[in-house]
């Protein structure tokens, strides 16, 4: 694909996260002042509420994503500049590529799954 | 994006020197360090917060190792980082797509320079995220 395409979407996914990242740091960090979800959302109970709700899943894998590509694709840039040869670009383009991906499923599959189901399979 | 026909001869070494350069040389070093350092949380608070999967014995757990003095400080210096480079990232989109740099004009002497208009915005950015800096400051250590 081409930078310009892929520099395009790096700063679409840079306007998604300043919303959700901003959202999850008032939720979660700005707690006692703003108090959103309480003062207490690491507590376990206000985890598994989040669990359950349909908006905190879809937006916590939209987050996932997006940051996922905005990072890595970063971070593809900081590496790109040194001027490394053909063969090390792609190497560097298809690892990255893989890390992203591999993060992305098991993200995903940690937010949709109900809060203890990996530990209920066969028990 | 790959460079084409201008190496960079400075290599990481042009992060910090190499140049007389102006003020927002140091935000786009200090933009690099902080996207660095987020990533790296970042997949660390993937593996983390993972643990809500296998239940509340797993997060509890996790939560436990997380904590502490050390660990509270470790989070506001991400915190402070995510304020600093969302604050700067909104000042690069907004550079990138053309506005807050002045309209072309003559190049007549004495030259001037979009410089000094971006200076302002710059300056803005740095004040902007001190100030979200702080407040979170307020809650990771006095409001708790």
């Known amino acids: 694909m081409r930078d310009r395409t892929l520099w395009t979407w790096h700063i679409a996914a840079g306007a998604v996260i300043l919303i959700l990242l901003g959202m999850h740091m ?16 690491l507590a376990w109970e206000s985890v ?12 916590y894998v939209l987050l996932l994503g997006a940051a996922l590509y905005h990072g890595f694709y970063g971070f593809r840039n900081i590496l790109f500049e ?22 992305f499923a098991f993200g995903t599959w940690a937010a949709i799954a109900a809060p203890g189901a990996a530990t209920m399979v066969g028990g | 994006m790959a460079s084409r026909g201008h190496p960079n001869r ?3 070494w042009g992060w910090v020197g190499g140049g007389s350069w102006g003020f927002e040389r140091y935000l786009y070093t200090l933009h690099r360090l902080t996207g660095l350092a987020l990533l790296a949380y970042f997949t660390m608070h993937i593996f983390v917060t993972s643990t809500r999967a296998l239940g509340p014995d797993s997060w509890k757990q996790a939560m436990d190792v997380v904590s502490g003095p050390l660990f509270t400080l470790g989070e506001f210096l991400v915190f402070a980082a995510f304020a600093f480079h969302a604050v ?3 000042r690069l989109a907004i550079i990138e797509l053309g506005y807050a740099v002045g309209k072309p004009i003559e190049p007549v002497y004495p030259y001037a320079t979009s410089v000094g208009r971006q200076r302002r915005l710059a300056s803005a950015v740095l004040m902007i995220a001190a100030v979200i800096a702080v407040w979170g400051g307020l809650d990771f250590f006095v409001l708790k």
């Open chain 1, 26 to 41: 008032a939720i979660m960090h700005l707690n006692q002042s703003l108090g959103l979800f309480g003062p207490e959302p």
């Open chain 1, 82 to 103: 040194l001027n490394p040869g053909a063969g090390l670009r792609r190497t560097i383009d298809v690892g990255l590529s893989v890390l992203g991906l591999a993060l």
């Open chain 2, 10 to 12: 400075l290599g990481i």
């Open chain 2, 88 to 90: 700067n990232g909104i």
């Open chain 1, 48 to 59: 598994a509420e989040r669990a359950t709700s349909l908006f905190f899943t879809v937006t």
